[in-house]
């Protein structure tokens, strides 16, 4: 954390001086490329005293900064002397962007289609003889088939559904025969069963003869 704070102290110091010495540069040459060379002297050395600065301060390094004026005199000498110089630009886009990417995927379809690596090796070549005949026999058996009209798919579908209502009322039609014939019968109270079983046993008690002496 505290290096990160440091190099956004750094930054905000020495991101200027670098821009500025950027800046007095490229005015020193386009001074120079006028043709006026009492101000193309005086943005000159503007330029190199931001370049020195700039190095002695540590934003660039020394060696960056005499190559910078190096090529700077060399530029406004001959502009000066009435060559032409040649000076760093940004480079224009002329093409769209959906022009590019279209450009862009034909040129990656076409190096595929050069480095193709799987048809060079027999595994490759035999997959490949393979999937095509393959595709060939497909499409042919396509065409042999014999188109089927809309109305001659719907007593298929008719056919279909009657076999599976037939399917549902076979399965239903054992339970409902076994409910049928089961018979209902009624079950009589425990109470009163119990009472006649103990009856019968009572009058049995009373009836026994007594034993002769």
Do not use: Y
Request: hydrophobic residues 45%; without cysteine.
């Amino acid at each position: 954390m505290k290096r990160v704070r440091q190099d956004q102290r750094k930054h905000a110091v020495n991101q200027p001086r670098k821009t500025k010495a950027k800046t007095l540069v490229a005015k020193a040459v386009a001074v120079a490329a006028s043709g006026e060379a009492t101000e193309a002297q005086a943005a000159v050395v503007a330029a190199v005293s931001a370049l020195d600065r700039a190095a002695k301060a540590g934003v660039i390094h020394a060696n960056a900064a005499n190559r910078r004026k190096s090529r700077l005199m060399r530029k406004v000498d001959a502009s000066l002397a009435g060559q032409a110089v040649v000076t760093a630009a940004k480079v224009v886009r002329t093409t769209g962007k959906a022009a590019a990417v279209k450009e862009a995927k034909a040129r990656i379809a076409a190096s595929k289609a050069t480095k193709a690596k799987g048809e060079q090796t027999a595994a490759g070549k035999a997959r490949a003889a393979l999937h095509k005949s393959t595709r060939a026999e497909g499409a042919a058996k396509a065409e042999a088939a014999p188109a089927v009209k809309p109305a001659e798919r719907a007593p298929a579908k008719a056919t279909a559904a009657k076999a599976t209502a037939a399917k549902a009322t076979k399965a239903a039609t054992p339970r409902v025969k076994a409910a049928a014939e089961k018979p209902i019968t009624k079950k009589a109270p425990a109470k009163a069963t119990t009472a006649k079983a103990a009856a019968p046993k009572a009058a049995g008690a009373k009836k026994a003869p007594a034993k002769k002496s």
